[in-house]
């Protein structure tokens, strides 16, 4: 991207509402349910009836979240779109429309500023989502902001509070991936090439489980649902503490992808705590009653095209969440999800 | 605020989850139409039957939109929450729910950002917005967003595109003043103390003028409004543009402050530029039918207590947007407002 600054124009040249005329005929509105696009001091849209609507935002900040040297613009915008699907998904609501507030350097590539917008509309308008206005202003480092709203059938939102002891534990696709993805990108000079592009892959453009989250919620099938998005022992801490429970988790039952385990065992690397701890994997952890139990293990995956697995059951709060070993050892099991603050940065 | 950093916890040492839970106990929610407030993947809300819903976004970056030398945290709390409301005003509309993203230095104290927050939430509420959750996320400079939902009475929003040749044109409240608090904060040396205080106030905590707005689209007494955050000559142009029309504004008529008239004369200054394009006013630019002026004026000031003047009116758009001086000369009134890519920094 750098070497190619100097022959592309800038935002610096071009101005705010230069680009603001070009992103706005681009985004030209198509959602029935909205009134009035990009172009006013708000947009305008119509709540669809029997339903309520979910708000959710996500920040993205240059060299915290991501680094140019390994995520194109359009990745990137992919991306930030994909995180807030996200938790539309884990409520079990459809996407509606979206506000982009971007702070953007003055030196920033235009075209790279239209890949980005790419990005954010195709992964929007792929799960019903229409960006419909926003922010820009200037910056010393990229910072993007996206706020979303979706609509779920009143009552069949998911919550974190939800569950109960007794329920099983699922969780959907694999565990682990996004995070061994950063560790190659940070370790170009890793072993285990032939896996290396699937978890990249999984860390540069995560693919929400929105199918999942919308059957979940519209069939009733769980009690409870939170998407992954800090590490999984963050998550089940954060759905214990909504929920009141406790919890035990298999580590036999944890889903490895194979790409993972060759990628560790080339380098010489303990996967579990990618597993456990590693964040972006943006995959659903969600609880099912048991009675709902064979329906979600048998009509969920072909209904969505997603695996799901269930990794272990609620339990009484008393009993604390716990992992269970392979050999059958019970450790708490303690969240060390990643933390903005008290953390090392993040690339 | 500097001086003070060494003896108070830092958002790095208590870190983001932590912090969280005390936002989140100060937030409960008190708004009817929240189902679900901070603490999930997403807030749940209500429509209110028979509403449209409008959908805004403001981001402000420290360096850029403010300096922490002059503004405090609990005010910028509070001038955040009212630039997202003056959109909601200049659509008519009722805010309902806000989320607030931050990016935030990890020498942050914690007292200041609860001071920020506390800023937000008493201005939110103020107005009928509940804040219900967002993103907290590291960054070199104090970033925030909001992102706030409105209602309105369906088919009454105020857009930019109503206005018609023949309208007159009004304003709120008097132009120039957050502009000329920002010269006398960034020239400590200059003359006019009395009238300063006043003019740094307007620029520091800008009340946004939602009963204007709301009184206008209840009452349908406007073809089209805009809120003044870059100056009145790039609003004028956004307005014309989007109305498809031209406009005539008399020198003579734009409202002055005496604290603007008394900080120029001080210092030699000429009011004009700070009136025509001076930023961050956020009065209301709206226009009115020939038939709804006398309503307008005799009405407008006493149901809302903001005082509001004709400036003009709109013209075909062939005679573009001209400025007739005090000596009835007729000059192009040219968009000189703010643009953050090709503008120097603003503090």
């Given at each position: 991207l750098k070497n190619e600054k100097n022959n592309k124009p800038t935002i610096g040249k071009s101005g705010e509402f230069g680009f603001i005329e070009k992103i706005r005929s681009a985004m030209k509105t198509k959602n029935p349910s909205v009134v009035l696009g990009i172009g006013d001091d708000a947009a305008i849209f119509k709540p669809t009836l029997g339903h309520e609507l979910i708000f959710t935002t996500d920040m993205l900040v240059e060299d915290r979240h991501f680094d140019f040297k390994w995520i194109t613009p359009w990745q990137l915008g992919a991306k930030t779109m994909a995180v807030n699907v996200s938790d539309c998904a884990a409520m079990g609501a459809k996407p509606t429309v979206a506000l982009v507030s971007l702070g953007v350097p003055k030196n920033f590539p235009v075209p790279d500023l239209e890949a980005f917008y790419d990005g954010l509309k195709q992964w929007g308008e792929s799960y019903?989502?229409?960006?419909v206005g926003g922010d820009t202003v200037g910056s010393d480092k990229f910072v993007v902001n996206v706020a979303l709203v979706g609509e779920v059938e009143k009552g069949k939102a998911l919550k974190r509070s939800g569950a109960q002891a007794g329920d099983a534990l699922f969780v959907t696709g694999n565990l682990g991936d996004s995070a061994a993805g950063l560790h190659a990108l940070q370790h170009p000079s890793a072993k285990g090439k032939e896996a290396a592009p699937l978890l990249i892959k999984k860390h540069l453009t995560p693919v929400p489980r929105f199918t999942v989250g919308r059957a979940l919620s519209t069939q009733k099938m769980a009690t409870s649902a939170i998407d992954i998005s800090d590490g999984l022992s963050s998550e089940i801490h954060h759905l214990c503490e909504e929920s009141g429970v406790g919890a035990e988790i298999h580590e036999e039952a944890l889903p490895f992808s194979e790409a993972l385990i060759h990628y560790c065992d080339e380098n010489q690397l303990d996967p579990l705590p990618f597993v456990l701890h590693g964040g972006e994997d943006y995959e659903l952890l969600f609880t099912v009653p048991l009675a709902k139990i064979s329906e979600v293990i048998q009509k969920l995956p072909g209904e969505t095209g997603v695996a799901v697995k269930s990794i272990g059951r609620m339990v009484p709060k008393s009993k604390g969440i716990t992992l269970i070993t392979r050999k059958g050892q019970r450790i708490p099991l303690e969240a060390k999800g990643y933390d903005h603050f008290t953390a090392k940065d993040k690339a």
């Open positions: 019903g989502a229409q960006i």
